[in-house]
């Protein structure tokens, strides 16, 4: 006997399936973007908008860096110039002194100078610029003593298409996520003695606690799949 989905259930899966979180969270195109014009794409090194403070070893910029190369690296359809292609231009092109600057405008503004674009490129010739920005970095330990609790990791960042020769962006996606560890089963303490806690369950195998926060390179990796994942495939001879 066939089962009759009332009016209620439908739009409760409708509703669901609207909640959904996408990823990337943004994407923008714009109209002129042909992706077949382009064969070749240097990647830059990540541009991080968060403190020294926040991020002391610069793992924001460092992590980033690794993963994104990684993943750029096995795609097929552009050659993808290096970030250290991009330092070796930087350096030859005389323009070394202006890299902060132009850090620090990405980063506060989204613009870039077009001049240190194009004089960058000069020694490159690439069709597009790939400039990664790190806008979230974060961790929220939860207290191993209370129970229900989770301590996560988050991390959001922007990868732009951008065009050397005019410094408009013809791509841009964006996104976050965000990943928990194991629920506190509120058991963690097992001897307390003037207020210190002696002895502490929930360590893995390899003595780490499976309580914390997750590592950032697990949540970098979720977030950089999706984005490298939605950069325009290029079909040459495509429709």
Avoid at 29 to 53: M, W
Avoid at 189 to 209: E, L, M, N
Wanted: hydrophobic residues 40%; contains cysteine.
């Amino acid at each position: 006997m066939k089962k009759i989905m009332t009016p209620i259930a439908i739009l409760a899966m409708i509703a669901v399936s609207g909640c959904q979180s996408q990823h990337p969270s943004v994407i923008k195109v714009e109209p002129d973007f042909d992706p077949v014009k382009v064969a070749s794409i240097l990647v830059l090194p990540v541009v991080t908008t968060i403190t020294q403070g926040e991020d002391p070893n610069r793992d924001s910029e460092r992590i980033t860096n690794r993963v994104l190369w990684d993943l750029v690296s096995a795609r097929y359809d552009y050659k993808f110039l290096s970030p250290e292609q991009f330092r070796v231009a930087l350096s030859s092109s005389g323009r070394a002194g202006e890299y902060d600057a132009f850090k620090t405008s990405w980063g506060r503004d989204h613009t870039a100078d077009v001049e240190f674009l194009r004089a960058i490129n000069s020694k490159l010739e690439a069709g597009l610029f790939l400039i990664p920005t790190v806008y979230l970095w974060h961790k929220d330990e939860a207290d191993y003593r209370e129970s229900a609790t989770a301590s996560a990791t988050q991390v959001g960042i922007t990868l732009s298409l951008v065009d050397p020769r005019t410094g408009r962006v013809l791509w841009e996606a964006t996104d976050e996520n965000v990943k928990e560890a194991v629920r506190t089963e509120g058991d963690r303490v097992q001897s307390t003695s003037y207020g210190i806690d002696r002895r502490i369950s929930g360590t893995t195998a390899t003595g780490k606690d499976m309580y914390a926060a997750p590592p950032y390179e697990d949540v970098v990796t979720m977030v950089l799949e999706a984005l490298v994942g939605a950069i325009p495939e290029r079909v040459p001879g495509g429709a």
